[in-house]
């Protein structure tokens, strides 16, 4: 299973563009990155799915280079509710019968 | 469908008694996965079952946890003997078959079942 490396925390401010990079070296052809979002005292919600190059969608885009050992995900002009743990996941379906989360990046927004 | 529900949504308890906590999955979702989260730490896995069938468990998950979907609906965790380490918020998920090209379907979560063992 492809491990995944995100910065623990990052801070921005209302308004702001917020790219939060992950790291996956080890991603296997066939994998899936996945970014969930988690507020406190709730389960992660799913964000966006890709493959590879760039997949947007009404919340956030999520950009991935050639070589897939790595993707970025972008939040537009940010606001204060966008404060949570986001996390970056890599998987296949058919293999996924362990999806395993990382620490996530907590993201504090500021006005 | 309201998605995936989870009761007791709070629990406390003394430590050496037995919980259970129930899990009702998107009854169009064959998937479904526990996890145990602490305060600061992402999700951690603990089972996964595709239908009634167990596929997948934690090595991290001791002889006091067990878990069934004896219909392949509903889910059921229980531990026995609980220890404060115990003490956690127990989250499941559930998902429906994959996408056109494969890719790993969206898990929806519940908003767990927090135990507090005294």
């Known amino acids: 299973l492809a491990k995944t490396t995100q910065p623990i925390s990052m801070d921005s401010y209302e308004g702001q563009e917020v790219n939060i990079t992950c790291s996956h070296n080890?991603?296997?052809?066939?994998?899936?990155i996945t970014w969930y979002q988690q507020f406190p005292s709730q389960g992660p919600r799913f964000i966006i799915q890709?493959?590879?190059t760039k997949v947007t969608n009404e919340v956030a885009s999520l950009f991935i280079p050639a070589d897939r050992k790595s993707s970025t995900l972008s939040l537009p002009r940010v606001s204060l509710s966008d404060t949570a743990v986001y996390y970056c996941l890599v998987a296949l379906y058919s293999s996924a019968s362990k999806i395993i989360f990382g620490s996530g990046t907590r993201l504090s927004i500021r006005p | 469908d309201t998605g995936v529900s989870q009761d007791p949504r709070h629990k406390i308890t003394k430590r050496g008694q037995n919980v259970t906590f129930r899990c009702d999955p998107i009854s169009e979702h064959n998937r479904l996965y526990w996890y145990r989260q602490t305060l600061g730490q992402g999700p951690e896995f603990l089972t996964y079952?595709?239908?009634?069938?167990?596929?997948?468990k934690s090595r991290l998950l001791s002889d006091r946890f067990s878990a069934e979907r004896p219909k392949g609906s509903f889910s059921t965790l229980e531990i026995q003997r609980t220890e404060q380490g115990d003490s956690a918020m127990y989250l499941c998920?559930?998902?429906?078959?994959?996408?056109?090209?494969?890719?790993?379907?969206?898990?929806?979560f519940g908003e767990g079942s927090r135990l507090t063992v005294l």
């Open positions: 080890n991603i296997a052809t066939n994998d899936y």
């Open positions: 079952f595709q239908n009634e069938a167990q596929l997948e």
């Open positions: 890709g493959y590879k």
């Open positions: 998920a559930s998902s429906g078959p994959p996408g056109p090209q494969g890719n790993t379907g969206e898990l929806f």
